[in-house]
C-alpha cells in the first residue's frame, strides 16, 4: 500500500501548500518541506518492495496500475531527492517574490507528476502524470514575466511529444489490446519490425523532445534561463532526464533488449547515437560561446543529454551502464552548479559572465560548489562524472566505434574551455569594486551546495554505491552482470579502480604538502597585491572576463551556430511571405471575386473533361 | 611494494626530467652561439627557489599548486616506465587522457586567484592552445587504443613488443604524434602561454620561491609524460627504465632542435596549426586503423 500513499501524498501535499499558503506564509514553507521529506522518506523505504505493483483505478474496464522496479526506484529517488533540496533552497531565494503559494504548489505538482511517470505500470497512467508534468513545468517556465515566450516554445514542442506519445500508445494498443506495460512486454515478440520501427520512432521523438536531444533541443535553452533557480535545478536535473526514462523504457523494458540488438537496431542504434554524438559536440561547443552563465550550463544540459543517448543508444552493456550512470551523475552536478550560480546571481543581481568576477573571496561556498560542480561535469577522475563517462568510452573504443568515441571525448574537451570560463569569470580574477560589500550566500543556499558537493566526491570514490543499483537495472533488462565492485569496475577488458587513484592522490598531496612546508614559509599578500612588469594595473580595468577565449571565438564561431534555430527562423520568414503573398488574392473588389468564380467553375469543367 | 615503485618511478621521471631542462638550456645555448648554463643548472634552480621568500594571494593559489604537481605525479604512475608500473589496473589511457588535465588546471586555478590579467591571458591562451593539440591528440589515442584492441597501457607496450613498434604499423599517426609534441611540451613556436615579453610569464607571474619551484618541477614532470608516451605508444616502451631513457632522447631531440630555430607563433596561428596537419594526418591514421 505505500506505493499508492507515496502518489496521493506527493498530490494531497501541492494541494494542501496552496491552500496553507493563504493562511500563513511559515506554516507553508514549513509544509512544504515536510511534504518532501516524507516523500523522500516513502520512495526510500519503497526500496524494500521493488518488483510489486499495484492496481489503483478502473478505468474503462481498464485497470490502472502503479509499479516499481529497479528502474522507477532509481529514477524515483533522485526525483525526491533534488526535489527536497531545490525547495530547501527556495526558502531564501524566493523570499519576497509574488505568487509564491503558486510556485510551491507547481515545484510539488512536477515532483508528483515525475514520480507518478516512473512508476506508472500501464500507459494511460503514464500520459496522464507525463501531462501533468508538463504543464505544470509550462507554468513554472513562464512563472516570470521575462520567461513567457520561452515557456510557449517549451509547451508547443511538448505538445507536439504528447500527441507522438498519443499516437504511440494507441498502435501499442491496436496490436495487443492493452495499457499495461507488463503485458506487453510478454507479448512483445509478436510484434512485427515495421510496428517495431513505428513505435520506436513515436516514443523516440516525444523522449528526444523531453531529453533535448538535437534537432529538438530549441526549447531547452532559454527554458533554463528564464526560469527561477530553484526550478532550473529541478527541470535540469531530472525533468529533462524524464526523456532519458522513457527511452530507457521503450528500448530496453518494452522493446527489450534482444529485439533491440537483432531485429530493429543496426539502424535504429546508428541514426541515435550519432544523434548523440552530434549532440554532444554541439551542445558543448555551443556553450563555450555563451555569455550567460546560466545558458552556458543550459547548452551543456543539452551536451551531456548527448552523452547519455549515445551511451544507451549504443546498446552495449557498459555504454548503457555509463548511460544511466551518468543520468544521476549529471543530475547531481548540474544541480550543484545551477545552485551555485543562483546564489551568485541573489547576490549580485547578474549572471552575465563579461561583469562578474573575483567572487572567490566573498562566496567561498558557492566558489565549492561551482569548483566540484564544474569537475564532475568535465569528469575529472574522483569526482562521479568520470565513472560514467569512463564507461561510455571504453565501450566505444573496445567495440570499434572509435568516431563516436571521438565525438564524445572532443566534447569533454570543449567543456574544460568552456567551464573555465564559467569558474574564472564568476570566482577567479579581479572583483569588480561595485561587489566588494558582497555578502556570503543563506545558509538555505550553502545546505544544499554542500549535500552535493559531498554527493560528487562520494560518488566518484565510491562509484558502487549507485553502480550497484545501475547493475541490478542492467540485469532486470536482460544484460550479463558488469563486475561492480564498490571501488569501481573489474572486467576482464579493463578495470577501473577509483579508491586506487583516491589513495594515490591524497599519498602524492600529502608529499607534496610536505615538501610546501620544508621550502621557505610564504608570506600572505592581498589579491590585488599584483607584479605587472612595472605597469600599473588601475582598479576596474584590464579585467580579462569579457571575450575570454576572443581568438578562438573568431575560427569557431561560423561552425558552431544554433542552425536548428536558424533554420526555423528562416521557416518563420518563408511562412509569413508566403501568407502574404496568399493573402493579396483578397483585392477587396466584388468584380475580381466573380471573375474568381467563374475561372474556378471553368476549372472545374476541364476537369470532368467534358466541355466540349 | 606498490609505494616503492611510485617512489621509484617519480625519482626516475624526476632525474630524466630535469636532465631534459639541462640539456635543453644547452643545446639552445648552443644553437645561439653561447656557452650556455652547466647540465645541472635546473636542479640548482630549484634548490634555490626552495630558499626563497614567496607570497600566496589565498587558499586556491596555494590548493591549485599542489593539486597540479599531484595531477603531474598520479599521471606517472600510470605510465610504465620499463617494468614499473605502479597503478596497472586502475582504469588505463583513458585514465591518463583525463589525469594529463589535472596538472595545467590545477595551474589555471591556483594562477587567477591574483587579480592579474597577465595571468588570466596567459590561461586562456593556454586552453585554448590545448583545444588546438587535444583534437590530434584524441584522434591519436583512439587510433592507437583501437589499433591494439585494448584500453591498458601496458598491454599496448606489452604487444608492441611481441609484434612490431607503432611507430611501424602506424607511420601517420606517429608522424601526428611529432607535430603535436612541443605545442603539448609548450616549447617554441609554442610558448605563448608563459610568453615572457608579452605577457610577462603568463601564468607564472605570481609565483615565486616554493611556488615557482612546483610549477617547474611540474613541467619537468609534464614533458617527461609527454616524451614517455610517445616512448610508449610508437617506441614499444622499453624493458627496463635505461633502454626507456635512451628511446626517450632522440624524440626529445628532434623537438628541441625544431624549437631552438623558431620564433613564436600567434595563439591563433598555433591553434590553425594544430587543427590543421596535424588533425589531418591523425584522421587518415585513423581512418587507416579502422578500415585494415
Not at chain 1, 594515490?504 to 599578500?525: C, D
Request: charged letters at 10%.
Amino acid at each position: 500500500m505505500l506505493l499508492p500513499y507515496t502518489l496521493i501524498t506527493a498530490f494531497t501535499g501541492a494541494f494542501f501548500v496552496y491552500l496553507t499558503g493563504k493562511i500563513s506564509e511559515k506554516l507553508r514553507n514549513f509544509l512544504a518541506l515536510a511534504v518532501s521529506l516524507a516523500l523522500l522518506i516513502f520512495v526510500s523505504l519503497l526500496y524494500t518492495k521493488i518488483g510489486t505493483s499495484h492496481a489503483y483505478f478502473s478505468f474503462l474496464d481498464y485497470a490502472l496500475t502503479l509499479r516499481v522496479d529497479w528502474l522507477s526506484w532509481f529514477f524515483g529517488i533522485a526525483v525526491v531527492s533534488i526535489n527536497l533540496f531545490a525547495i530547501i533552497y527556495s526558502f531564501s531565494d524566493m523570499k519576497g517574490k509574488k505568487r509564491l503559494d503558486l510556485f510551491y504548489m507547481l515545484m510539488l505538482l512536477v515532483n508528483a507528476g515525475m514520480l507518478g511517470v516512473v512508476m506508472s505500470g500501464d500507459f494511460i497512467s503514464f500520459y496522464i502524470y507525463w501531462e501533468i508534468m508538463s504543464w505544470s513545468t509550462f507554468l513554472l517556465i513562464s512563472f516570470k514575466e521575462e520567461g513567457f515566450s520561452a515557456g510557449l516554445k517549451y509547451i508547443v514542442l511538448s505538445i507536439i511529444g504528447s500527441c507522438s506519445i498519443l499516437a504511440g500508445i494507441f498502435v501499442l494498443y491496436s496490436q495487443f489490446g492493452t495499457f499495461n506495460i507488463a503485458l506487453i512486454m510478454e507479448q512483445m515478440n509478436m510484434l512485427s519490425t515495421g510496428f517495431a520501427v513505428a513505435i520506436l520512432t513515436l516514443f523516440c521523438i516525444a523522449f528526444g523532445i523531453k531529453n533535448a536531444l538535437m534537432p529538438l533541443h530549441t526549447w531547452l535553452p532559454d527554458s533554463y534561463t528564464e526560469t527561477e533557480s530553484p526550478f532550473t535545478a529541478v527541470i535540469s536535473g531530472m525533468l529533462t532526464r524524464m526523456g532519458m526514462y522513457g527511452f530507457l523504457l521503450i528500448l530496453f523494458v518494452i522493446m527489450g533488449l534482444n529485439r533491440y540488438i537483432s531485429v530493429v537496431v543496426e539502424k535504429y542504434s546508428f541514426v541515435l547515437s550519432w544523434l548523440g554524438a552530434i549532440t554532444i559536440i554541439m551542445g558543448t561547443f555551443i556553450a563555450l560561446l555563451q555569455n550567460d552563465a546560466k545558458k552556458l550550463l543550459a547548452w551543456h544540459g543539452i551536451g551531456q543529454g548527448g552523452y547519455m543517448i549515445l551511451g544507451i543508444a549504443y546498446g552495449s552493456a557498459f555504454s548503457v551502464a555509463g548511460g544511466i550512470f551518468h543520468t544521476l551523475n549529471h543530475a547531481i552536478y548540474i544541480v550543484l552548479l545551477y545552485f551555485s550560480v543562483g546564489a551568485v546571481e541573489y547576490r549580485t543581481g547578474t549572471r552575465d559572465l563579461n561583469s562578474l568576477g573575483g567572487l572567490i573571496r566573498k562566496m567561498p561556498v558557492a566558489f565549492l560548489g561551482g569548483l566540484l560542480g564544474i569537475s564532475g561535469l568535465i569528469g575529472v577522475p574522483l569526482t562521479n562524472g568520470f565513472v560514467s563517462k569512463w564507461l561510455i568510452y571504453k565501450s566505444l573504443i573496445l567495440n570499434h566505434s572509435p568516431f563516436l568515441a571521438f565525438a564524445a571525448l572532443i566534447g569533454t574537451w570543449g567543456t574544460i574551455l568552456s567551464v573555465y570560463k564559467f569558474l574564472h569569470n564568476i570566482f577567479l580574477g579581479q572583483l569588480p569594486s561595485k561587489y566588494s560589500e558582497i555578502k556570503k550566500s543563506p545558509f538555505s543556499m550553502q545546505f544544499p551546495i554542500i549535500v552535493f558537493s559531498t554527493a560528487i566526491i562520494l560518488f566518484g570514490v565510491l562509484p558502487g554505491i549507485p553502480l550497484n543499483i545501475v547493475e541490478k537495472i542492467m540485469v532486470g533488462m536482460g544484460f550479463e552482470s558488469l563486475g561492480v565492485k564498490i571501488w569501481g569496475i573489474a572486467s576482464e577488458t579493463g578495470s577501473l579502480s577509483t579508491l586506487n587513484i583516491f589513495f594515490a592522490v591524497l599519498l602524492v598531496i600529502l608529499g607534496v604538502y610536505i615538501f610546501y612546508r620544508t621550502g621557505f614559509k610564504s608570506k600572505r599578500v592581498l589579491q590585488e597585491d599584483t607584479y605587472a612588469a612595472g605597469h600599473y594595473i588601475p582598479k576596474d580595468k584590464y579585467a580579462y572576463t569579457a571575450e575570454f577565449y576572443a581568438p578562438l571565438f573568431d575560427i569557431i564561431k561560423p561552425i558552431f551556430k544554433e542552425w536548428v534555430n536558424i533554420f526555423i527562423e528562416k521557416l518563420t520568414v518563408f511562412g509569413n511571405n508566403l501568407s502574404d503573398r496568399i493573402r493579396r488574392i483578397y483585392v477587396g473588389d466584388l468584380g475580381t471575386y466573380v471573375l474568381y468564380i467563374v475561372l474556378f467553375l471553368a476549372f472545374l469543367l476541364v476537369l470532368r473533361g467534358n466541355i466540349w | 611494494m606498490v609505494v616503492l615503485y611510485g617512489l621509484g618511478s617519480i625519482l626516475i621521471a624526476f632525474m630524466i626530467g630535469i636532465l631534459f631542462a639541462g640539456i635543453a638550456r644547452k643545446v639552445r645555448a648552443r644553437v645561439h652561439w653561447r656557452y650556455g648554463p652547466p647540465l645541472y643548472q635546473p636542479l640548482i634552480d630549484i634548490v634555490k627557489l626552495f630558499h626563497q621568500q614567496s607570497v600566496s594571494h589565498g587558499f586556491v593559489f596555494d590548493f591549485g599548486i599542489f593539486f597540479s604537481l599531484t595531477g603531474a605525479i598520479v599521471t606517472l604512475f600510470f605510465i610504465p616506465i620499463g617494468n614499473i608500473v605502479p597503478l596497472r589496473e586502475s582504469g588505463g589511457l583513458l585514465v591518463v587522457l583525463y589525469l594529463m588535465l589535472i596538472a595545467p588546471f590545477g595551474i589555471a586555478l591556483s594562477s587567477v586567484e591574483a587579480a592579474n590579467p597577465n595571468a588570466s591571458i596567459g590561461i586562456s591562451r593556454k586552453f585554448i592552445l590545448a583545444l588546438g593539440y587535444e583534437i590530434p591528440f584524441l584522434l591519436i589515442i583512439l587510433s592507437v587504443m583501437t589499433y591494439y584492441g585494448t584500453i591498458s597501457f601496458a598491454e599496448i607496450v606489452e604487444m608492441q613488443r611481441e609484434s612490431t613498434w607503432g611507430i611501424i604499423s602506424m607511420p601517420i599517426t606517429g608522424i601526428a604524434f611529432l607535430l603535436i609534441l612541443p605545442a603539448m611540451m609548450g616549447l617554441k613556436p609554442f610558448d605563448q602561454i608563459g610568453a615572457p615579453q608579452e605577457i610577462s610569464s603568463g601564468p607564472e607571474v605570481e609565483y615565486g620561491g616554493i611556488y615557482l619551484a612546483m610549477s617547474r618541477i611540474q613541467h619537468i614532470f609534464l614533458v617527461f609524460i609527454n616524451i614517455a608516451l610517445f616512448v610508449s605508444l610508437f617506441l614499444g616502451g622499453g624493458p627496463e627504465p635505461l633502454t626507456f631513457f635512451l628511446k626517450m632522447l632522440p624524440v626529445f631531440f628532434i623537438v628541441l632542435i625544431v624549437s631552438t630555430v623558431y620564433p613564436r607563433f600567434r595563439i591563433e596561428q598555433a591553434f590553425r596549426f594544430c587543427v590543421r596537419w596535424p588533425t589531418i594526418l591523425a584522421f587518415l591514421g585513423l581512418l587507416f586503423v579502422v578500415w585494415r
